[in-house]
């Protein structure tokens, strides 16, 4: 038979079995599966489908972006789809949501706990912890992890939070005003609170360390980006191949740090049992004395001594509890100030609150006496609406699932939540882009749908450290804005926001500080 026949009969036949495997799978996108309806109706009548850059659907839509150009590209397409939506991408579909319908279907789905695929690329920083973690090993370590953030633990911990709170000002006590960079001052608190609070280790001969841990995690952020923004290093071994080890230094020094911690701890509680078994303390008090603090990496040691969770398990939880305990309170400082510069009639009724309720003498500042204060709670969350410190969070699915709407997602979805975009979604929010706080007052929210506002997340995988977060926010805020009013340096126009890990801005952000007249 004719070669040219033999070539056309082969090319014939590979069309029609692309055109028969195209009703199924995007062939472009590397033959990912497609999402169909229940009803069979089409499925852009429930999600519209977004165009892609290239003929491989939306695989390289962010090709070689840097933060900045995946933050810009991620709101223009909000605004283009103007409802949850969906892209075909590198092996999978992935269901982007805008509202918060579909965010209350995802987030409260028993089986929809798996997290994206692009939390794989956090693992050699964080490892397997809460974070990154699934299925019974998560559940295991959630369990053991949440009495450590009980309320009568929290109320201790304030005290660190008020002595840090005001060591933090006393860096301005021969200070009438200052020029401050909050980007630089505001992680350093923040990190010193997390391991003194949740780790039961001061930082105050341990600040080079400190320093070169958050450097650490700026490189790490970096690759983490790398890789979102170039779908051919997704694969591990690509990645190992030709990037792995410009960051690997970065990766090493994050682990030694809290080595490092892990140590201190572990010399630290073993000198306080032999004293407390030289003072004949009571046997069920000797790891636990309720009048003490009790460190989240006490609960890891002692869960190591009853065959719960080895070493590694130890080095897991402590590498993503101190990343998340620093890195996205410290971001709500840091918009929380910049609001209170923005917006003086805020800052005002939060100095009004704080006269009310709060002495002049700071030392005496406790847990009920900031609960109080209702109005800088509003501030919080709307700080925290507008500038989530995750702008986005995303789970992939394990088998074929049902959503509400009617959608049918395959296996291996990826469920992409833009907490940002829902934050300012009009439909959940009058004037979303504007700061009002009064938003968040009771008579104010009652109508507004529950999953509207997650900048914690919500159901069984919220965060676990919510309650802390909000603690500490308020009492640096307390001590700063009894004493200093905060004013604006930079127009906010200028702000070049970026996606990473979490939510930033290019430039640092910087307040003046003015001392108050005390009557």
């Not at 599966?33 to 165009?51: C, D, L, N, Q």
């Not at 070689?64 to 075909?88: N, V």
């Not at 805008?98 to 693992?123: C, G, H, P, R, W």
């Not at 910049?338 to 800052?347: G, R, T, W």
Request: proline share 4%; aromatic share 10%; glycine share 4%.
């Amino acid at each position: 038979m004719d070669v040219g026949l033999l070539l056309l009969i082969a090319l014939c036949s590979l069309a029609y079995w692309l055109y028969s495997k195209n009703k199924d799978y995007n062939v472009l996108c590397f033959f990912t599966k497609r999402v169909k309806t229940v009803s069979g109706a089409p499925v852009e009548t429930i999600a519209p489908i977004a165009p892609g850059r290239t003929i491989f659907g939306n695989a390289f839509d962010v090709y070689g972006f840097d933060h900045a150009a995946i933050f810009q590209h991620q709101r223009k397409r909000a605004k283009e789809m103007r409802t949850s939506y969906l892209e075909y991408g590198m092996g999978a579909a992935v269901y982007n949501i805008l509202d918060a319908d579909n965010m209350e279907a995802v987030l409260n789905d028993q089986n929809l706990i798996t997290k994206s695929i692009v939390y794989n690329f956090l693992k050699p920083a964080l490892r397997t912890g809460l974070l990154t973690s699934t299925d019974k090993k998560w559940h295991s370590r959630r369990k053991m992890i949440t009495p450590t953030f009980h309320f009568n633990i929290l109320s201790q911990f304030e005290e660190i939070f008020k002595a840090e709170s005001i060591k933090f000002v006393q860096q301005f006590a021969k200070d009438t005003e200052i020029d401050i960079s909050l980007s630089e001052l505001i992680p350093r608190f923040t990190l010193n609170s997390i391991c003194e609070t949740a780790m039961g280790i001061k930082l105050d001969d341990m600040a080079e360390q400190g320093d070169r841990y958050r450097d650490n995690f700026s490189m790490i952020e970096k690759c983490f980006i790398r890789r979102v923004s170039n779908p051919l290093l997704w694969f591990d071994k690509i990645y190992n191949m030709f990037v792995a080890s410009e960051f690997e230094s970065a990766f090493r020094g994050v682990h030694e740090f809290s080595s490092e911690i892990i140590a201190k701890r572990r010399t630290l509680l073993e000198h306080e049992i032999k004293t407390r078994m030289d003072q004949q303390t009571p046997d069920e008090d000797i790891y636990i004395n309720k009048k003490q603090r009790f460190a989240m990496l006490d609960t890891l040691i002692f869960a190591e001594q009853d065959g719960l969770i080895d070493h590694r398990g130890i080095c897991e939880e402590v590498d993503t509890l101190m990343f998340e305990g620093f890195d996205t309170t410290s971001i709500g400082l840091i918009f929380g100030l910049m609001n209170a510069s923005l917006n003086p009639e805020a800052q005002r009724k939060c100095y009004e609150e704080l006269s009310e309720h709060i002495a002049d003498d700071l030392s005496n500042v406790d847990v009920n006496q900031l609960s109080k204060l209702k109005y800088m709670d509003c501030f919080v969350k709307e700080t925290m609406r507008l500038f989530p410190s995750v702008p986005i969070m995303a789970r992939q699915t394990v088998r074929e699932t049902q959503l509400s709407n009617g959608l049918i997602l395959p296996p291996y979805t990826q469920i992409v939540m833009h907490v940002f975009d829902v934050h300012r979604n009009p439909k959940h929010w009058s004037h979303p882009d504007e700061f009002q706080p009064e938003r968040f007052l009771p008579e104010n929210y009652q109508d507004r749908h529950t999953y509207a506002y997650v900048p914690f997340s919500a159901g069984q995988r919220n965060c676990i450290g919510q309650k802390y977060a909000m603690l500490e926010m308020k009492t640096l805020l307390v001590v700063l804005l009894k004493q200093f009013e905060v004013l604006p340096l930079v127009d906010p126009k200028e702000f070049v926001f970026h996606t990473g890990i979490t939510l930033r801005t290019k430039n640092n952000v910087k307040v003046k500080l003015v001392r108050r007249q005390q009557n």
